[in-house]
């Protein structure tokens, strides 16, 4: 069964970069969708990006200007990258494989299994 | 882009069957997943495609949708179902998954 868990810092400094990783275990990070998500206290879900495994990415455009998000399947991990963070960063931030297929009309994607979420702080 | 809207909270009564919408601009088109959120917890899936239910998860839970409006049904409902609910779909016009505000189902 795949699982997945975020690791990084929890408390980062206003205006640097926020970086987590997802590693994956139990099953392979190829052929599969991975996401990034978050949720600031309080608050509902917020979807970051995408990454492929063969390193295509989506990003959510309120967030494009600043996010990076990379693969290295060779550790089966994928990685977030956040610039310039704000108080507005501080959240919940997980990361979930995306269950995905198309049809001749449309796409259906859904996030399973999660991670168990690590929380950032942005503060000065 | 696509919207979903959720009420903010619905209550049930333990035994009782719990109806939590998600409104959205012909979602019976779409294909509907749901989440749910106990506090301190990381969501889990509870059902997807619209009425599909991942292995571990209770018969209980199903969903529905007709028109503009999709449905998460939880028959006898217990003190443990007690969490917030989310809804999503994929935007494909965008390419961007896009979740509902969330439900919190409170058990009385």
């Known amino acids: 069964q795949v699982q997945v868990q975020e690791s990084g810092p929890g408390l980062v400094k206003t205006s640097e970069t926020l970086s987590l990783t997802c590693t994956v275990s139990?099953?392979?990070?190829?052929?599969?969708?991975w996401s990034w998500i978050r949720q600031p206290p309080g608050k509902g879900l917020e979807w970051i990006g995408y990454?492929?495994?063969?390193?295509?990415?989506n990003y959510n455009p309120s967030l494009k200007s600043r996010v990076t998000i990379s693969v290295d399947t060779s550790k089966n991990q994928f990685s977030l990258k956040l610039s310039s963070v704000t108080a507005a960063d501080t959240a919940m931030y997980y990361c979930?494989?995306?269950?995905?297929?198309?049809?001749?009309?449309?796409?259906?994607?859904?996030?399973?299994?999660w991670g168990q979420g690590t929380l950032v702080t942005v503060s000065s | 882009s696509y919207v979903l809207t959720q009420p903010p909270s619905v209550s049930v009564a333990p035994g009782q069957t719990a109806r939590i919408t998600c409104g959205g601009n012909?979602?019976?088109?779409?294909?509907v997943h749901w989440y749910g959120q106990k506090p301190g917890q990381a969501p889990i899936l509870v059902v997807y495609?619209?009425?599909d239910r991942p292995s571990g998860i209770p018969e209980r839970f199903s969903g529905s949708d007709s028109g503009n409006t999709a449905t998460l049904t939880i028959s006898r409902v217990e003190a443990g179902d007690e969490a917030d609910y989310y809804c999503?779909?994929?935007?494909?016009?965008?390419?961007?998954?896009?979740f509902g505000g969330g439900t919190k189902l409170t058990v009385l």
């Open positions: 012909n979602i019976a088109r779409e294909s």
């Open positions: 999503q779909v994929w935007d494909d016009s965008s390419d961007h998954p896009v």
């Open positions: 139990g099953g392979s990070i190829r052929s599969y969708y």
């Open positions: 990454i492929y495994y063969n390193g295509s990415t």
């Open positions: 979930a494989r995306n269950e995905a297929y198309c049809t001749t009309t449309s796409c259906s994607s859904w996030f399973d299994p």
């Open positions: 495609d619209d009425s």
